[in-house]
C-alpha cells in the first residue's frame, strides 16, 4: 500500500540503500524501457541497472548525469513519452532474444518443506546446491542475488492446498518470461508422469520471486507423502538439468 501511494515525480529517485521501492520507480523502469535503455526487471526496486539505464537516458538527452530522476529528467521522460503509440519493451525484446547470462552459481533452495532435502539430494548430480531452511524470503534473495544464484527454488507445504502450485515472478507491469516457461516446463513434466498431483502455475509478485535476479519458482504442496514427495522432487530435477544443459 505505501508502495502504491508513489506516483511519479512526487520525490527524487536515486540509488540508495535499501533501494527506493514504489510504483513511481516502475513506471520510471517502464518508460526508460520503451526508450530503449534497459533498466532491469520491470519490480519497482530502484537498483544498480535502473541507475545505469537512468544515466544513459541523461546522457542521451545533454542532461547531466546524475543517476537521478530530477525535474529536468523527468520533464524529458513526459516530453519524449508518446501518448498515441504503443512502445514495447527493451527488458521483454531482450528476454524474447535470450539476452541474459548463463546461470553459473549455485541451485539455491529454502524453505522447511520435506521436498527441501530430497530436491537438493537429487539436483547434486547436476548443480552445486544451497539450502537454507530457516531464512526470511528476503535474505534468501540477498543470498542468491550475492552468490548468483543459477536457479532458486522456494518450497512451502500447505495442508489446505490439493495438488501442487507453481508460481513464477509476475506483477501488473511486467513478468519473468524464463520464470513462466520454466514454471510450465515442470507442470508439464508433472502431468505427464502416472500418479503425480494435478498442478497449477500462476504468476505472482511475493517477496522471494520480486527480490531475486535470476529464475525463481515459489513451489507449494500439499503432501507429505515421502513417496509422492521423492518423485516431485525427481521430475524437478530432471527440467533443471535439462534447462542448464540447453
Known amino acids: 500500500m505505501i508502495e502504491a501511494a508513489w506516483r511519479l515525480g512526487q520525490r527524487l529517485l536515486y540509488l540508495t540503500h535499501p533501494n527506493l521501492r514504489g510504483?513511481?520507480?516502475?513506471?520510471?523502469?517502464?518508460r526508460l524501457a520503451q526508450f530503449g535503455f534497459n533498466p532491469g526487471r520491470i519490480d519497482g526496486i530502484f537498483g544498480v541497472l535502473t541507475e545505469e539505464a537512468l544515466n544513459e537516458f541523461q546522457r542521451n538527452c545533454a542532461l547531466e548525469v546524475?543517476?537521478?530522476?530530477?525535474?529536468?529528467?523527468l520533464t524529458e521522460l513526459v516530453r519524449m513519452t508518446s501518448t498515441h503509440t504503443a512502445?514495447?519493451?527493451?527488458?521483454?525484446?531482450?528476454?524474447r532474444a535470450g539476452f541474459h547470462e548463463a546461470p553459473t552459481g549455485p541451485?539455491?533452495?529454502?524453505?522447511?518443506s520435506p521436498?527441501?532435502?530430497?530436491?537438493?539430494?537429487?539436483?547434486?548430480?547436476?548443480?552445486?546446491?544451497?539450502?537454507?531452511?530457516d531464512e526470511s524470503p528476503e535474505a534468501v534473495a540477498a543470498f542468491a542475488?550475492?552468490?548468483?544464484?543459477?536457479f532458486v527454488i522456494s518450497l512451502q507445504t500447505l495442508k489446505h492446498i490439493d495438488g501442487v502450485h507453481l508460481h513464477y515472478w509476475a506483477s501488473y507491469r511486467s513478468h519473468s518470461r524464463r520464470g513462466e516457461q520454466l514454471a510450465s516446463q515442470i507442470?508439464?513434466?508433472?502431468?505427464?508422469?502416472?500418479?503425480?498431483?494435478?498442478?497449477?502455475?500462476?504468476?505472482m509478485a511475493l517477496p522471494v520471486l520480486r527480490e531475486t535476479k535470476m529464475i525463481t519458482l515459489h513451489i507449494e504442496h500439499g503432501t507429505d507423502q515421502v513417496e509422492t514427495l521423492e518423485r516431485l522432487a525427481q521430475v524437478i530435477a530432471t527440467v533443471l538439468s535439462e534447462v542448464i544443459h540447453r
Open 66 to 73: 546524475s543517476g537521478t530522476l530530477t525535474r529536468a529528467t
Open 145 to 150: 542475488n550475492a552468490n548468483a544464484a543459477a
Open 107 to 112: 541451485l539455491v533452495i529454502s524453505g522447511q
Open 115 to 133: 521436498l527441501a532435502p530430497l530436491l537438493a539430494r537429487s539436483c547434486a548430480r547436476v548443480l552445486k546446491v544451497e539450502v537454507l531452511r
Open 87 to 95: 512502445r514495447s519493451l527493451v527488458t521483454e525484446a531482450r528476454d
Open 187 to 203: 507442470a508439464s513434466a508433472f502431468t505427464h508422469a502416472a500418479d503425480l498431483p494435478r498442478v497449477e502455475v500462476t504468476g
Open 23 to 30: 510504483d513511481d520507480v516502475a513506471e520510471l523502469q517502464v
